[in-house]
């Protein structure tokens, strides 16, 4: 009765497999409500998304804690409801994660002879990094090198760091049972075998299931469009879509960079409703820029498969890799990730 | 033997594949038969470089027979370094004799009263290819043998292959020597780069089968060599279309194998032009975009597309043109006062 979502152990993380279930959505369908968010159903691709609040101009709650979230590589995940989870046991959680580790680094992987892993555990809540006051805390898991005795630098060294959050989460926690913990966005930053003990210790002890998430063609060209209507303070870097095209007898990648000024001129002409972003909006945006490149080049971009978007408030990749570039439009960009992670655990 | 000497032979020859060592090692000359013989090169490839190493020094090795073996390694992996092409020109329709020595010469001369401190080595190849390797010092100091620049010249032709180094300031030096020792009047760099050297030599002395015009009689069904299918339920859809896209991309790409090259980037400063309907921008000024194509086969890769679908035939000239225009970088303007949909590049 307690297992909701859940579809079992598994010790090990499960890779992306590239399916993330969105129906093509049909682009001509009434818009959404203005101010309320559509829902994603089964998967389904809303056809209007609401616009991330402008940032506030004095977003300073402490910048130095969600600051480590920028300019790094993160690997996302989508993380089912963690049973009997409580961030008043953060401390505790912390002490068994850190036997975990030692226990599994005993049992015999990649031992060097001579060289002490002695690795820290910090398990913190971020409440900070929230979208409303129904979401759950963000918390953040760091892996840290204790200097060894011998060792004539002092200080610790992260090697690793892990955030589960949930931005605007209220599609999934709105009707879930006490005993369970909407975080359902998880972040990775390191290397890949600290994320595999550090989820398999999660998914033990809380029974949830973690699934690295796929981000489609049609979600990256949503946000292609949203970001590049974002206003930059600083000179914006270009807006920059990558293709690649596999099935070729030599593989073919192409990289279309688009000046931030131009691209943004353009999709202000294409956005006509304020606060709200509609599936034929994003539709029209990448057809104008489709069209450019075919009178061009007489090639079908629309034929070719997106992986890559990346604009000056943040890049992101369709293996579910993300990078967060500027601090005024993080939760913004959350909540976007929160809502397709949610969408690929129902 | 100079210590340095022997340390840069032995990360030389830890550059090579273990079982090219061998091959490589009788190329150059330097060691006898007998003491190849006595080299154990099916071992960790660290300790047959010792092992060479210490027979460089029984054989006093200097620097000069060092600097031969480096060529011959960037001879034979070519393909490691980013080349360039150069244009020279000179006035006047008299051909000049060659003369090697006096070539050698100047160019020794050029770059010892600049720099004073320089290791010029010169090693010929078949069809008239003279490599250079400079390795560069300052008046004050001694030449670097690790910060290398690379020269091909074909002595019959106005072209010149550079794979500079990180010394870019030295490029006017080594261009203006070059131009001086060939009996030139001035050297140009052209828009065209790859790593695959044989690839540019193809394109710039037109050894590719160049797509002519060519009056084809006999009607194409004898030369699609496509057997029919003994299933006649199996019937092959637009058949004439799939026909005509063959013959169109034969006639632009040529017969014959593609030369190499890796990328070709476009710089587009043209209007953005939309159907009037879709009420998007209208700017009177140029739509910015930089866009990359890349690929281990370029070339190859673009033939390819528009038999998978997912181009038009004949595809854009801006990309057909490239072996003949023997360029891969582009910047693609606004024709003036011309129909619409016309390009020029300078």
Redesign the interface.
């Known amino acids: 009765a307690r297992r909701g979502a859940v579809l079992g152990w598994v010790s090990a993380m499960e890779s992306a497999d590239g399916a993330v279930r969105t129906l093509p959505s049909t682009g001509r369908l009434s818009r959404g409500p203005p101010f309320g968010r559509a829902h994603g159903r089964f998967g389904r691709s809303p056809s209007a998304r609401v616009l991330p609040p402008a940032p506030r101009s004095q977003e300073k709650a402490d910048p130095q804690r969600t600051a480590l979230l920028l300019r790094k590589q993160w690997t996302l995940y989508s993380v089912t409801p963690l049973y009997r989870f409580s961030d008043a046991h953060l401390r505790d959680y912390s002490r068994l994660l850190s036997a975990f580790i030692a226990a599994e680094k005993q049992k015999g992987l990649a031992v060097e002879v001579g060289v002490e892993l002695d690795v820290k555990v910090a398990i913190s809540s971020l409440p900070e990094l929230k979208g409303s006051n129904q979401d759950q805390a963000a918390v953040l898991v760091q892996l840290s090198l204790r200097p060894s005795a011998s060792s004539k630098n002092s200080e610790e060294k992260l090697i690793w760091s892990g955030c589960f959050c949930s931005v605007s989460g209220d599609d999934l926690s709105e009707n879930m049972p006490e005993d369970f913990t909407c975080l359902p966005l998880f972040l990775a930053n390191g290397a890949e075998s600290y994320t595999s003990i550090v989820g398999s210790w999660f998914q033990k002890t809380f029974d949830c299931y973690f699934r690295r998430l796929a981000i489609s063609p049609l979600n990256l060209s949503w946000m292609a469009a949203m970001w590049t209507g974002c206003k930059v303070d600083r000179t914006a870097s270009a807006v920059e879509l990558v293709f690649s095209v596999p099935c070729l007898p030599q593989p073919l990648d192409i990289s279309y960079a688009i000046h931030p000024e131009d691209a943004k001129a353009l999709w202000d002409t294409v956005q006509k409703t304020p606060g709200e972003v509609t599936q034929e909006e994003v539709d029209v945006f990448m057809d104008c820029l489709y069209s450019h490149f075919h009178r061009h080049f007489k090639i079908h971009l629309s034929a070719t498969k997106l992986v890559k978007v990346s604009t000056a408030i943040a890049s992101a990749q369709c293996d579910g890799i993300i990078k967060f570039l500027q601090s005024q439009y993080l939760t913004g960009v959350l909540m976007l990730l929160t809502e397709l992670a949610i969408s690929q655990i129902q | 033997m100079d210590v340095a000497v022997g340390e840069y032979i032995r990360r030389t020859v830890l550059k090579i594949p273990r079982d090219e060592i061998r091959t490589v090692l009788q190329k150059w000359g330097f060691l006898s038969e007998a003491q190849l013989q006595s080299v154990n090169f099916h071992q960790v490839k660290e300790n047959t470089a010792r092992e060479v190493v210490q027979l460089c020094e029984e054989n006093s090795a200097d620097i000069k027979q060092a600097a031969v073996l480096d060529i011959i390694y960037n001879h034979i992996y070519a393909e490691k370094r980013m080349w360039s092409v150069y244009q020279m020109n000179r006035t006047g329709e008299a051909t000049e004799i060659f003369y090697l020595t006096d070539f050698k010469k100047k160019i020794k001369r050029r770059l010892r009263s600049a720099l004073k401190n320089v290791t010029v080595t010169f090693r010929e190849y078949e069809h008239n290819a003279i490599w250079i390797r400079i390795a560069w010092g300052t008046p004050y100091t001694k030449p670097n043998q690790y910060k290398t620049s690379y020269v091909v010249y074909h002595s019959q032709t106005p072209y010149v292959f550079i794979s500079a180094s990180v010394y870019k300031s030295n490029l006017p030096l080594l261009c203006q020597a070059l131009v001086v020792a060939s009996n030139y009047h001035d050297i140009r760099e052209m828009e065209l780069r790859s790593h695959s050297l044989n690839s540019l030599k193809d394109i710039v002395f037109k050894r590719y089968s160049q797509n002519f015009q060519t009056y084809c009689p006999r009607p194409l069904q004898d030369r699609n060599v496509e057997p029919e299918s003994a299933d006649l339920r199996i019937i092959q859809e637009n058949r004439s279309e799939k026909e005509r896209i063959q013959r169109v991309n034969r006639e632009v790409f040529g017969d014959g194998p593609q030369p190499k090259i890796e990328f070709a980037q476009?710089k587009?400063e043209?209007m953005?032009?939309?159907d009037p309907k879709?009420?998007?921008?209208?700017?009177k000024?140029?739509?910015?975009?930089?866009?990359?194509?890349?690929?281990?086969?370029?070339l190859?890769?673009?033939k390819?597309?528009a038999p998978?679908?997912?181009?038009?035939a004949?595809?854009?000239p801006?990309?057909t043109c490239i072996p003949q225009k023997a360029r891969n970088y582009f910047r693609?303007r606004e024709k003036k006062g011309l129909l619409p949909?016309s390009?020029v590049s300078p």
Do not use: Q
């Open positions: 476009y587009l043209t953005f032009r939309s879709m009420d998007v921008l209208d700017k000024e140029p739509f910015r975009c930089l866009i990359k194509f890349s690929s281990p086969h370029l190859e890769a673009l390819s597309l998978a679908g997912m181009a038009d004949p595809l854009s801006l990309l693609i949909g390009f």
